[in-house]
């Protein structure tokens, strides 16, 4: 009768400590999730603000020095990230594959001018900046215009704006719903063990003593959920970066470092906090209470 009593007990323990486990992995992991995507979003966006074209056209009738001393000038510009110098033999080639169709034979001639295929730098991709590229560009010799999206421009910063916004938002959300979950599991784990506490209470244990194992051993599971959850959240960044590798998630060992210290600290300061306030709660209770 005691053996199978004892059995009971130990499963009971042991899904109990299994729940705490996975509420903190879930929890964590979601964090975790949360906090690289925060970090990589300027990351995100300034890749999206770099892959916007700004295209040079020359005059057809460019002197090749001028078409040289250009790309020498936007290269040593400060806001250049890539120039590529395109003829318009190339450009006609890839009208050709864009339409289906060789255009030059139906004109006689081929229309197009040289020109460079700038991508700026995402710091001076917004109007202003780009306002004073294309005047300072426009200046040089044999220029005939400046083209690139503006309305793309500002949609992009605009979007930019509001999505930081509700990342912020969101990630305050989420802190909050963390510390509710696993404060509730704990409660929970400690409220089994709530006539252990008050029957150390009544032989004379002090608070700190009754407090001291429930803590530590919390902590563990704690750490325990932690670990699991950067373990599960480097495997989801790897599938990623396979996915994805120009933007090389797993390389950025500083993010990965304070997220997956933040995830590991996170996991022991909730548990700590959840736990010392849990058993402080039954503590201060009658012996009637409990009941």
């Given at each position: 009768?005691?053996?199978?009593?004892?059995?009971?007990?130990?499963?009971?323990?042991?899904?109990?400590?299994?729940?705490?486990?996975?509420?903190?992995?879930?929890?964590?992991?979601?964090?975790?999730?949360?906090?690289l995507f925060v970090i990589n979003s300027k990351k995100l966006s300034d890749n999206f603000k770099e892959e916007i074209?700004?295209?040079?056209?020359?005059?057809?009738?460019?002197?090749?020095?001028?078409?040289?001393?250009?790309?020498?000038?936007?290269?040593?510009?400060?806001?250049?990230?890539?120039?590529?110098?395109?003829?318009?033999?190339?450009?006609?080639?890839?009208?050709?594959?864009?339409?289906?169709?060789?255009?030059?034979?139906?004109?006689?001639?081929?229309?197009?001018?040289?020109?460079?295929?700038?991508?700026?730098?995402?710091?001076?991709?917004?109007?202003?900046?780009?306002?004073?590229?294309?005047?300072?560009?426009?200046?040089?010799?044999?220029?005939?215009?400046?083209?690139?999206?503006?309305?793309?421009?500002?949609?992009?910063?605009?979007?930019?704006?509001?999505?930081?916004?509700?990342?912020?938002?969101?990630?305050?959300?989420?802190?909050?719903i963390a510390v509710l979950l696993i404060n509730s599991s704990l409660r929970l784990s400690v409220y089994a063990n709530?006539?252990?506490?008050?029957?150390?209470?009544?032989?004379?244990?002090?608070?700190?003593?009754?407090?001291?194992?429930?803590?530590?051993?919390?902590?563990?599971?704690?750490?325990?959920?932690?670990?699991?959850?950067?373990?599960?959240?480097?495997?989801?960044?790897?599938?990623?970066?396979?996915?994805?590798?120009?933007?090389?998630?797993?390389?950025?060992?500083?993010?990965?470092?304070?997220?997956?210290?933040?995830?590991?600290?996170?996991?022991?300061?909730?548990?700590?906090?959840?736990?010392?306030?849990?058993?402080?709660?039954?503590?201060?209770?009658?012996?009637?209470?409990?009941?």
């Open positions: 009768m005691n053996s199978s009593f004892e059995k009971y007990q130990k499963r009971r323990l042991i899904s109990s400590y299994f729940s705490v486990v996975l509420s903190i992995f879930l929890v964590l992991f979601l964090l975790g999730a949360l906090g074209p700004m295209t040079v056209f020359f005059e057809k009738d460019a002197k090749t020095a001028s078409v040289e001393q250009f790309g020498q000038f936007i290269g040593n510009k400060p806001y250049t990230n890539t120039s590529v110098f395109v003829t318009k033999e190339e450009a006609a080639e890839q009208h050709q594959k864009d339409l289906g169709e060789n255009f030059v034979e139906h004109l006689g001639a081929n229309p197009l001018s040289d020109s460079y295929d700038i991508r700026l730098k995402a710091d001076y991709v917004v109007s202003d900046s780009l306002s004073k590229i294309v005047n300072e560009i426009k200046a040089q010799e044999d220029i005939k215009s400046v083209n690139y999206d503006n309305v793309l421009v500002d949609m992009v910063n605009e979007n930019i704006k509001k999505i930081s916004l509700w990342m912020l938002i969101v990630s305050g959300f989420f802190c909050l709530r006539f252990i506490i008050k029957t150390m209470q009544m032989v004379g244990a002090t608070k700190s003593f009754i407090r001291k194992p429930f803590i530590w051993r919390n902590i563990r599971l704690g750490i325990i959920g932690a670990v699991l959850a950067i373990i599960a959240l480097y495997a989801a960044l790897y599938y990623v970066d396979q996915k994805f590798p120009k933007f090389e998630f797993l390389k950025d060992y500083e993010a990965l470092g304070i997220v997956f210290g933040g995830v590991l600290l996170t996991g022991i300061f909730i548990t700590w906090i959840s736990t010392f306030f849990a058993t402080q709660r039954f503590l201060n209770l009658r012996t009637d209470d409990l009941y």
